[in-house]
């Protein structure tokens, strides 16, 4: 085949590259994630993850299709009419569990040790809450659509106060908690 042939078929490809990628990606990232919505039939909070792979694809088409994956009120109510969707189509990054977090934690300072929160490490220091009864509480452990209940009724706490708290509460025999602990009288001469 000749060189002409190649150079003008990966022009091609790179353009449709460039211009399919783009709308892909872009529904792909802004639709994925756990989302808390009201329940148009319960008026209650519900969990939603959307069907980002199908978003992504149908965006080649020109608007995103959103269709769900999965719902906390399913399997009893897998068949709705996904009328929460509009919710998501009307404020994806609003209705995120993530951006609900960061902003219940933003401006919100630890209630064991005073250090405020800045930017949250999701990835690694994640940091915990400190529920009614002074247990600490894993964020993995609250379901999505509990999460408004849950910022009414419990505290932040740091992730260097949770890992703390929790070695505490579990090996109450070995730790120690020298935070209580008055420092030493020194005497001199």
Not at 47 to 70: I, M, Y
Not at 120 to 143: F, M
Request: charged share 20%.
């Amino acid at each position: 085949m000749n060189p002409e042939i190649y150079v003008i078929a990966l022009v091609g490809v790179l353009a449709a590259l460039y211009f399919l990628v783009p709308p892909v990606l872009g529904a792909f990232i802004k639709f994925r994630g756990k989302r808390v919505i009201t329940c148009p039939e319960t008026r209650k909070p519900a969990a939603v993850e959307v069907d980002s792979g199908h978003a992504a694809l149908t965006a080649l088409l020109g608007d995103a299709d959103l269709s769900l994956k999965s719902c906390s009120r399913w399997p009893e109510r897998q068949d709705c009419g996904q009328e929460c969707l509009l919710q998501v189509a009307l404020a994806p990054h609003d209705c995120l569990a993530r951006t609900m977090l960061e902003d219940w934690y933003h401006g919100k300072t630890c209630v064991l040790c005073r250090v405020q929160f800045h930017d949250i490490g999701w990835s690694d220091h994640k940091p915990a809450l400190l529920g009614p009864a002074g247990n600490i509480v894993e964020w993995r452990e609250v379901p999505a659509e509990q999460l408004p209940d849950v910022f009414s009724t419990h505290q932040p706490v740091c992730w260097d106060c949770a890992v703390t708290g929790s070695l505490m509460l579990s090996y109450p025999e070995v730790a120690v908690d020298r935070s209580r602990i008055s420092a030493p009288i020194v005497r001199q001469g």
